[in-house]
């Protein structure tokens, strides 16, 4: 009989107004570790964060670039 395959979640994604400030935020007042902040150019950057004692599971920051994906922040 064959072992179930184990699943996890690895980024769930969140957009945010800023990322500096949300880094701030989740670095400072919740004491999330910032796992990854990388440069995409053209304003874009891959920034994950995770929280204490985690299983591997971390929050993707996603700046809004446009007036419709600000309607999403916190969302």
């Known amino acids: 009989m064959s072992k179930p395959v ?3 979640i690895g ?3 969140l ?5 500096d400030d949300a880094i701030e935020f989740y670095t400072q007042k919740l004491q999330f570790t910032l796992v990854e902040d990388t440069d995409l150019g053209g304003g874009k950057r891959w920034v994950q964060v995770s929280p204490p004692n985690s299983n591997g599971t971390n929050l ?3 700046q ?3 007036e419709e994906q600000s309607q ?4």
Not at 15 to 19: D, H, I, L, R, S
Not at 72 to 75: R, S, Y
């Open 6 to 8: 184990q699943q996890q």
């Open 64 to 66: 809004a670039s446009t």
């Open 15 to 19: 957009v945010v107004e800023n990322y």
């Open 11 to 13: 980024n769930i994604a």
């Open 60 to 62: 993707l920051l996603a």
């Open 72 to 75: 999403f922040v916190g969302n």
